[in-house]
């Protein structure tokens, strides 16, 4: 992490690529097949807990740094280098974590429901609480990322938090009405209306393709009572639409079944939909 070596032997079997030789050692190629630059898996880890904990620290800071404390001469390759070597360093932590997770049984659902101690944990005997969790959810538009803009990364990103576009489209023809509107054949619930939604900009974003110059809009999350995340789904093209929350509803019944509370700024017209 602290000191750059520009020399030394390792012995490479025949068969076997440099980075398998490399990564035995401690080290990480910048290239697969014939790297001549290597990171050590501690500078990779360090830089990846200092990533988790402040999302805006750039790689180019840190190279920065580690130039500095080497009294080397920061230059852009530097910095492209580690940017590969990262990414292939979080593929292997990535590969590693469905490995164990398979060996432990988590499987679909696991993550969520064991997320939160004080939401899951149950003692022996407790009496079933109605309702069972407390939920909160919402959409943010501070993520956006402008329509073709750089290069595209086709891969698709395995996670445990992220809902799908796939199944958050499957409810995009599920709105019966425009948010802030009752149907004539559905009573509303008590004596509460929805006239609030007509002057709410966020429920009356009814159609796709609004916002053309953006690829990505923002994120719809939900968390647990004690802000413990448990679901993600991308915005696309568009602003908060009744898809987004119907599927992220949807993702947390099949986990935690029925008897779920579940908070939102404009629920009183999301439960029209």
Avoid at 121 to 130: F, R
Avoid at 190 to 213: I, K, L, M, P, R
Avoid at 262 to 267: E, Q, S, V
Wanted: charged fraction near 20%; aromatic fraction near 10%.
């Amino acid at each position: 992490l602290y000191a750059s070596h520009s020399a030394g032997l390792l012995p490479q079997p025949s068969f076997k690529f440099s980075n398998v030789t490399l990564i035995r050692h401690g080290l990480l190629g910048a290239s697969p097949s014939q790297p001549t630059v290597a990171f050590t898996l501690e500078s990779l880890e360090f830089y990846h807990q200092l990533r988790r904990r402040q999302g805006n620290f750039s790689i180019q800071a840190f190279i920065k740094a580690l130039c500095a404390i080497q009294d080397i001469t920061y230059t852009r390759m530097q910095r492209n280098q580690f940017s590969v070597a990262l990414d292939v360093y979080l593929d292997i932590l990535r590969h590693v974590q469905c490995h164990v997770n398979a060996a432990w049984g988590r499987g679909a659902g696991w993550r969520i429901r064991n997320a939160c101690p004080p939401c899951g944990y149950k003692l022996p005997g407790e009496p079933t609480l109605v309702p069972d969790r407390l939920h909160a959810m919402d959409g943010n538009n501070s993520m956006k990322r402008v329509n073709a803009s750089g290069h595209a990364d086709e891969r698709v990103f395995i996670s445990d938090y992220l809902i799908p576009p796939t199944k958050v489209d499957a409810f995009r023809d599920d709105v019966r009405t425009r948010p802030g509107t009752v149907p004539g054949n559905v009573p509303p619930f008590g004596n509460e209306t929805t006239v609030c939604t007509e002057h709410w900009t966020v429920a009356n974003t009814v159609s796709e393709g609004t916002v053309d110059v953006f690829e990505q809009t923002g994120g719809f999350l939900s968390t647990c009572w004690h802000a413990i995340m448990e679901t993600l789904a991308e915005m696309r093209r568009s602003g908060e639409l009744a898809k987004y929350g119907l599927a992220t509803l949807n993702e947390l019944l099949e986990v935690f079944g029925h008897d779920q509370a579940i908070g939102y700024n404009i629920g009183c017209s999301h439960k029209t939909t």
